[in-house]
T-cell receptor, first 112, second 113 residues
């Protein structure tokens, strides 16, 4: 059974710092991995999707990497801003299924 | 609308009652998903539809939960004989099809008293 873990559970940093959020999964036979952002009381916003054949994806200040063989992904946030404060979730999708398996998230607070 | 719409945004009801939660997917999206998110946890998969049919309902916790999508667009999640443990945020997502990013609604916050 696939299990997804995110470390740290919470993170509080001053504005301007570069951050690394970690995601690990127990079954390396994934189809893709997706990073989401969730603001309080809101749904999930997709940030980056990495196919199993890819090593990384970039969007603006965000960079996500994938090491499928070791069951790890990292989300790198450059030059963090207070507006980045939210919960970040990673989710994996296995082969022959469309359902996503989520981690419990990292709650990020960036203070001015 | 441009995004996935879920109604109601909040629902409070008493234990034992029946509830229906509605999801309007993005126009043209053939796949629709239901997830449940408890406080401090990530979303957990319940069921997904490809068109009108349930392609995978393995996440439904028991037979009190049922979902339909009769015309391949709007979906309704139905919960019978609600229990306090059903309290959670119920999220709906849609996508253009398999292997496409899932786009989420803001959810329905269900509270069972």
């Amino acid at each position: 059974k696939q299990e997804v873990t995110q470390i740290p559970a919470a993170l509080s940093v001053p504005e301007g710092e570069n951050l690394v959020l970690n995601c690990s999964f127990t079954d390396s036979a994934i189809y893709n991995l997706q990073w989401f952002r969730q603001d309080p009381g809101k749904g999930l916003t997709s940030l980056l999707l990495i196919q199993s054949s890819q090593r990384e994806q970039t969007s603006g200040r965000l960079n996500a990497s994938l090491d499928k063989s070791s069951g790890r992904s990292t989300l790198y946030i450059a030059a963090s801003q207070p507006g980045d404060s939210a919960t970040y979730l990673c989710a994996v999708r296995g082969h022959n299924t469309d359902k996503l398996i989520f981690g419990t998230g990292t709650r990020l607070q960036v203070f001015p | 609308g441009a995004g996935v719409s879920q109604t109601p945004s909040n629902k409070v009801t008493e234990k034992g009652k029946y509830v229906e939660l509605r999801c309007d997917p993005i126009s043209g999206h053939t796949a629709l998903y239901w997830y449940r998110q408890s406080l401090g946890q990530g979303p957990e998969f319940l069921i997904y539809f490809q068109g009108t049919g349930a392609a995978d309902d393995s996440g439904l916790p028991n037979d009190r939960f049922f979902a339909v999508r009769p015309e391949g667009s709007v979906s309704t999640l139905k919960i019978q004989r609600t229990e306090r443990g059903d309290s959670a945020v119920y999220l709906c997502a849609s996508s253009l099809g398999s292997n496409q990013p899932q786009h989420f609604g803001d959810g329905t916050r269900l509270s069972i008293l």
